[in-house]
């Protein structure tokens, strides 16, 4: 229990064994000067209230690689510069409130299983950033808001026509975000095997996402893909160039016999 003999935290993360539970009292306030790292199997649970602060540096969670190694639970966070949450090991974050004034509220390293349950991330530069793709973390009954950018998804691998590619993440909701969905290394796989990838920094900003419907044109290295994301769903369909020569071969003859029509009359 915190306080206690334990008079912070840190002193009780540095002293507990794997699997221990950290019961974080109501009202307590902890100032990291530095980053903690869970490094170890632990529960870490504030009180039912939300009433546990905690500041200044955040979390670094390298536990183990199930959803259950380490558990953050009813805190709050208010961090600057952030990330607030780096989470490179298994976790699972619920019903904690996450601020990071400038900086990214929850980091999620590839490679990594999270759950991020029932939790408000707001007033971030990034709200959730995902490095490892949309299967890397499942978001249920999460909110996003005020921040530049919602939800940064990194490495999103389609496949040619439908997918529920996005379902994991579509459990969340997004409010008051300049952007709401931001995509960046997307990979598209044609129905004969061949890869499509994203050209080196490219990124798509959308809005509205997941309540609304939205279709972007994406840049490859074999040509523009368009997407149709209908909340966890996306549909990948290939835009071939030969098809938009010929549309615009048929535009210039249907401009050209307009052009000609006008010149008998006169």
């Known amino acids: 229990v915190v306080p206690s003999q334990w008079p912070s935290i840190a002193a009780a993360v540095e002293a507990a064994e794997e699997g221990a539970l950290i019961q974080v009292q109501p009202n307590h306030v902890e100032q990291l000067l530095q980053p903690l790292i869970l490094d170890k199997n632990i529960c870490l649970a504030g009180p039912a209230d939300n009433s546990a602060l905690i500041q200044g540096e955040g979390l670094i969670v390298a536990g183990g690689k199930s959803l259950s190694s380490v558990v953050l639970s009813r805190l709050r966070f208010q961090i600057t510069g952030g990330p607030a949450l780096l989470l490179a090991g298994g976790c ?46 499942l978001l249920e009954g999460t909110h996003i808001e005020r921040c530049a950018c919602g939800l940064a998804l990194t490495g999103l691998d389609v496949e040619e026509g439908w997918g529920d590619v996005l379902a994991p993440l579509s459990g969340a909701s997004l409010t008051l975000n300049e952007a709401d969905l931001r995509l960046r290394a997307w990979s598209v796989r044609e129905k004969g095997g061949v890869m499509r990838h994203a050209p080196l920094g490219e990124e798509i900003s959308l809005c509205g996402w997941p309540y609304e419907q939205c279709n972007v044109v994406v840049p490859t290295d074999r040509g523009p893909v368009v997407l149709h994301i209908n909340g966890g769903k996306v549909n990948a369909t290939l835009w071939d160039d030969e098809d938009e020569g010929t549309a615009e071969s048929e535009g210039d003859a249907q401009d050209s016999s307009f052009h000609e029509v006008d010149l008998s009359k006169a």
């Open 92 to 137: 699972s974050v619920e019903r904690c409130e996450v601020e990071c004034a400038g900086g990214v509220g929850v980091e999620v390293a590839a490679h990594s299983e999270v759950r991020i349950l029932r939790s408000v991330v707001r007033d971030c530069q990034v709200g959730i950033s995902l490095a490892g793709g949309a299967a890397s973390a």
